[in-house]
């Protein structure tokens, strides 16, 4: 049998390689005669850059830069397509992880040096940007990105904007300095999640407390993007509130699409289109994806969905195995997932689970891969 393994990361435990990694090793210590490929994907997450320079083979650049405070950095983007296309992790400069959890801060964070990233490779003549935005710890609408590459946010006296905590108060966007060089170049954003900019399920609503919003907070981000989409709208004619995805990342995708032009995608189907997936699946009798969480948030677009839907077009059955799934049967899940299979070996807060995540991964697909030669004995 030949199983193609698929994981994206288990957030805050397992990268997607190891992932794919602690299932092989299951499997291959099984009773099951196999032969494992794996392929690690990715949604436009924290992590995606790294797994398409690795997949397409691609060349790493060394910038210096700044993280989401101001302080001085260095990251990595890559090159692919020849040199012709740079792949720009956000979370490499603009990062969650980067902070101490005192730190976060998304009154005052910005994008600033996810910016001077795209300039960096701007200076490399690429014709093409991969914007992966997962993992960030801003919510300001592409605000500092934009900074970095020439526009001038501006408040009713005509002093520049320059955090989140000041955009209730933006007046004007002045595009004319915006760095010509894009006017020839494209650029495409990865999204993990469909979210809108605005509102209850909005970029500060959902996904501000998670880095490090108070409920206050909350309420003049969402105040800041509101006006930040107003004005764009005024500037551009684009819309930021009514894209699909524009809530990712702080809502960055949404800044980036109404002052950069650029095209938002479903991160996890360009993942696997841009990395050949489907040459993968022409092999496969089986495939097995998973990420820390599985259920009905997995069908907007979470990579696990997009590996499934892929297998689900060459008839392949599709296992998914998840540190949570749901206690019930979901039928919309049933159509791409065959099983589903939590992998906690016993009752744990989620530090104790995180911990075990590797070995509790390896052991579920060794018992998986039990039981499945048991079942081919019968």
Known sequence: MNILIAPNAFKNSLTADDAARAI??????SRLDCQCQRFPVADGGDGTGTLIIKHRNGQPVTVETVDALGREIDAIFGLIDDETTAVIEMAAASGLRILKEDERNPLQATSYGTGLMIKAALDHSVDRIILG?????????????LMALGVQFKDADGELISTPAQLTELQSIDITGLDHRLRHCHVTVLCDVDNLLLGDEGAATVFGPQKGASEDDVEVLDQALTRLAEVALKTTGKDMAAVKHGGTAGGAAAGLYALLNAELVSGGAYFLQLTNFEAALQQANLVITGEGSIDRQTLQGKAPFAVASAAKQHQLPVIGLAGAVPLEQDPELSKYFDTLLAIGNEPADLPTALHHTYDNLRRTACELGNLMALSAQQ
Do not use: I, W
């Open 24 to 29: 092989a090793q299951g499997l291959e210590q």
């Open 133 to 145: 935005m997962g993992g960030s710890a801003t919510v300001d609408g592409a605000m500092g990105m």
